[in-house]
């Protein structure tokens, strides 16, 4: 059985310009212990889609799926905030600006602190304990010292950092990274992704990596899912995918790279989403480039 | 003989940060005491991590502040708005494109009344010719003539960034500083204004200053390079040495840290995860 | 240039387009708020009420009927068809007091708003543009005056200045005044060192250029919607003004003024206080309820941009 297993996800938002679709008909399937990457420019749907499994998408989205389930548990027939209840303690989840995920007013042990509370039975001392385990091992220097730092006194790097240990609190089977590593330089970005492969690997949890950075992707993932304006276009797994890309738009994305650049000029995507468009317009919007 | 047009030399430039009721200010040396030469028709490229003082180098040579110490000539004209104010022959000379395409163009100006400005405030062209140049400038950097009436929040981000490129070379300024012109775009959207900026400066004969994080865009487009550390240039030379030999130990750590999207990497990567699995 | 005729007028066309459009976008988030709408309804028939004042009005607001004083309303025991809503103490057609004094609202509503918010906005974006001590003691005055209770501080302003409806209108805008300054000044502060700001500066705009043409466009959308709101703060202070006989003075058909004429009469006519009462009550709810409407539709706006 698969840990997370998602068929034909559709999600679509009711805008002032009337209806949406940001997803349309996407499957993921993450195994236990695999590093899954999903790998889009904005717009792509990439983020969505997981927000749809948490339960964490506004009141004007619809979901639909033909299945959609974790550790065998129909994730459709709860409402959201069952769904929390339900999985909550086994799937976690980062966001992009760790700064921001953390609330200013409290100091960083309280916020771990309070993720032990709701999801565990340990006592006060206990928990203290586990505290202090869990900074260390998310690599934050003096750990007892820090327990009692708001996060404004630390960098964002440190704060991606506990993010990480808040997240991995509870022993979660399934981490959801978005964007992890976005808003920080690259030698921070270096040791979280170092950090996040490692906890991956010593807990054996299924870890999905939400990305628009091909080179995140090569660093990490195991398999990847290509995404292009709410559509899945090609699943592969990641040795295939940069050595023998099937997709027109996976083969134009990787020649954009300036790594990959052979002659005076870079290649771009143009071409493809010109035909991309032509062939979708029937179904979709043409006021798309205009969204910003 | 080099045709050198930027020449800076030990150029300095501190922040008194704090400094409330009850504490002493501290002054903070955001760059303490850059030179380097930028010759004409090439691009420097600065790198460095956030904190390193590379924007507060864009700020000095695009004059908006200016330096605590040092000097900067353009030209071979020195540069002192401190003593002299900002002349209109300067503000020719050198401009700006910020990294944040959301944020740079005014949000109540059409895109017409954008390009057009700095013509108004420097030039006496007519209100037909400011039109017409800036219709044939939307054509340059690859918009369309009926974007000229058009809000910015009505383009992409791409698109903005290109608006933004065209703004800062309607005077034909000699010297264009990039502050991160594409990391805030899209993989597919960077491309296209990495070559629209090669573009622009073959027809045109500019000259970048590119500031950047991301090394990849920097070996792409640099012809020199300049590695910033704490506010020190830890490492200055043409792309093929630094990228070939890196000096400073930080330059080693940089390189070491920029994710390998090549296959041979990514094999390596996965064989190492079999073995620690096996 | 290779321009032709033709492709210019297609740009105009565009740029019309593009206006439109953002005019469209503006009502479509207006015309989601249905009490916003109701309000507007209000206040359009309002004005056209206070414009047509002369052909809607069915007795001249001045003329006393020596033989009806206190005449009941058309539907009350007593009530004559000839005075719809009945007259006062003096004879005078209460409906017709209402209709005039509608004009004279909206007139203290109007200037007053100006006054404050011209004002306003000049200190604020010199307090918020040059900072420094030029900031410190225009925001010291204005905290000075925020200090006082708001009708206070007019009732003295008048006392000062003598009674009667102009010196109330310009006691009422010093005292609304603080509110627009502190508004502009945030919204300058929070706009001025945004990139679009340093690259007109670049341009070469100077220090007018940028306060008024690149600054201040940015920061109308909260001022919109504190200007309505002072329209109606500004009409239920001149009332308050008129009701304690330091604003219009009698016989002025000003709303305020009517209650204070009637206060006498509160146990013995109720339509007397009641129908000035509810003009203030309604106008002013419906400017509150376009002012609602104004804060939807603007604030999306600011942060999509």
């Given at each position: 059985m698969s840990l997370l297993e998602i068929r034909n996800l559709s999600v679509e938002f009711d805008t002032a310009s009337g209806p949406f679709r940001a997803l349309a008909g996407v499957d993921y399937t993450v195994e236990a212990g695999e590093v899954l990457a999903i790998v889009g420019e904005s717009g792509s749907g990439k983020s969505v889609a997981m927000l749809a499994v948490m339960g964490l998408?506004?009141?004007?989205a619809t979901v639909t799926a033909e299945r959609m389930s974790f550790e065998g548990t129909d994730?459709?027939?709860?409402?959201a905030a069952q769904r929390r209840k339900v999985i909550g303690k086994d799937i976690a989840m980062i966001f992009q600006e760790p700064i921001a995920s953390l609330?200013?007013?409290?100091?960083v042990g309280f916020q771990l602190d309070e993720a032990l509370k709701t999801h565990t039975t340990l006592n006060r001392r206990q928990r203290r304990d586990r505290v202090i385990e869990l900074l260390t091992a998310v690599g934050i220097p003096e750990p007892e010292r820090r327990i009692?730092?708001?996060?404004?006194?630390?960098s964002g790097g440190q704060c991606q950092r506990v993010m990480i240990a808040i997240a991995t609190a509870c022993n979660p089977k399934l981490l959801i990274a978005d964007?992890?590593?976005?808003?920080?330089?690259v030698t921070i970005q270096k040791q979280i992704l170092d950090l996040l492969t490692r906890l991956q690997r010593d807990h054996g949890m299924g870890l999905i990596m939400i990305t628009h950075d091909m080179g995140v992707v090569a660093e990490t993932a195991d398999r990847v899912v290509v995404q292009y304006q709410g559509r899945q276009m090609e699943t592969a797994d990641v040795l295939t995918l940069f050595e023998?890309?099937?997709h027109p738009y996976t083969r134009a994305l990787l020649s954009a790279l300036p790594e990959n650049a052979t002659g005076d000029r870079l290649p771009t995507v143009a071409d493809f989403a010109r035909d991309f468009a032509r062939e979708t317009q029937a179904g979709t919007d043409s006021g798309r480039e205009a969204r910003p | 003989m080099s045709d050198v047009i930027l020449k800076v030399r030990d150029l300095k430039r501190d922040y008194q940060i704090g400094g409330g009721l009850f504490s002493a200010p501290r002054l903070l040396h955001a760059v303490k005491g850059v030179s380097f030469d930028v010759e004409r028709g090439t691009t420097l490229a600065v790198v460095g991590e956030s904190g390193c003082g590379k924007s507060t180098l864009a700020r000095m040579l695009t004059m908006i502040d200016a330096p605590t110490s040092g000097s900067i000539e353009i030209d071979g004209t020195p540069i002192d708005i401190t003593r002299h104010g900002i002349t209109r022959e300067m503000r020719q000379a050198v401009q700006i494109v910020f990294q944040n395409p959301y944020g740079s163009l005014?949000?109540?100006?059409k895109i017409g009344a954008v390009l057009e400005e700095p013509l108004l405030l420097n030039t006496s062209m007519s209100a037909a010719e400011r039109r017409d140049a800036a219709l044939a400038m939307l054509e340059k950097v690859?918009?369309?003539?009926?974007?000229?009436?058009?809000?910015?929040?009505?383009?992409s981000g791409g698109q903005r960034q290109r608006v933004a490129i065209a703004r800062a070379i309607m005077l034909r300024p000699r010297l264009l500083v990039l502050d991160?012109?594409?990391?805030?775009?899209?993989l597919s959207v960077q491309a296209q204004i990495l070559n629209l900026l090669a573009d622009l400066q073959d027809e045109f004969g500019l000259t970048y200053v590119f500031i950047s994080h991301d090394l990849s865009v920097v070996r792409y487009i640099a012809d020199k390079v300049m590695v910033m550390y704490f506010g020190e240039a830890v490492e200055y030379g043409t792309r093929d040495e630094v990228f070939g030999n890196p000096q400073h130990a930080y330059t080693r750590t940089l390189f070491a840290a920029t994710p390998k999207a090549d296959v041979a990497s990514i094999r390596a990567r996965l064989e190492k995860k079999s073995a620690a699995a096996g | 240039m290779t321009d032709t005729p033709v492709s210019t007028a297609a740009v105009e066309a565009e740029s019309r387009n593009a206006t439109r459009k953002m005019l469209a976008e503006f009502w479509f988030y207006f015309s989601r708020n249905r009490g916003a709408v109701a309000g507007l309804v209000v206040f359009g028939a309002l004005v056209l009420v206070a414009l047509a004042a002369p052909l809607v009005?069915?007795?001249?607001?001045?003329?006393?009927?020596?033989?009806?004083?206190?005449t009941p309303p058309?539907?009350?025991?007593?009530?004559?068809?000839?005075?719809l809503l009945g007259t006062d103490a003096v004879g005078r057609d209460i409906l017709s007091r209402l209709i005039f004094g509608a004009r004279f609202s909206l007139f203290i509503g109007l200037v007053v708003v100006t006054i404050a918010l011209t004002g306003g906005i000049v200190l604020g974006l010199v307090a918020g543009y040059f900072r420094g001590w030029v900031d410190t003691v225009i925001m010291r005055v204005m905290d000075v005056i925020l200090a006082f209770p708001s009708l206070l501080l007019a009732l003295v302003l008048v006392a000062v200045l003598g009674p009667g409806l102009g010196n109330a209108m310009i006691a009422i805008a010093i005292v609304l005044q603080p509110h627009f300054v502190r508004l502009t000044r945030a919204a300058v502060l929070a706009e001025r060192n945004r990139d679009y700001v340093v690259a007109a500066r670049l341009a070469g705009a100077g220090p007018l250029r940028l306060m008024f043409k690149t600054i201040l466009p940015n920061c109308l959308a909260p001022l919109i919607v504190q200007a309505t709101l002072s329209f109606s703060n500004a009409i239920l202070d001149a009332a308050a003004l008129g009701f304690l006989g330091m604003?219009?003075?009698?016989?002025?058909?000003e709303w305020g003024t009517m209650l204070a004429e009637a206060r006498e009469f509160i146990l013995r006519a109720w339509w007397v206080v009641t129908f000035p009462g509810l003009a203030i009550l309604i106008t002013v709810l419906a400017i509150n309820l376009v002012g609602d409407g104004l804060r939807d539709a603007l604030d999306p706006k600011l942060k999509r941009s």
């Open positions: 998408l506004p009141d004007t994730l459709r027939s709860l409402s609330n200013p007013c409290f100091t009692g730092a708001f996060p404004h006194q630390m964007e992890p590593t976005t808003a920080l330089d023998n890309p099937s | 005014n949000p109540r100006q690859g918009l369309k003539p009926e974007h000229y009436g058009r809000y910015p929040h009505m383009f991160e012109p594409v990391s805030a775009l899209d | 009005a069915p007795h001249h607001p001045d003329m006393q009927y020596r033989d009806s004083f206190l058309a539907w009350a025991q007593g009530g004559k068809a000839a005075f604003g219009a003075q009698p016989p002025t058909p």
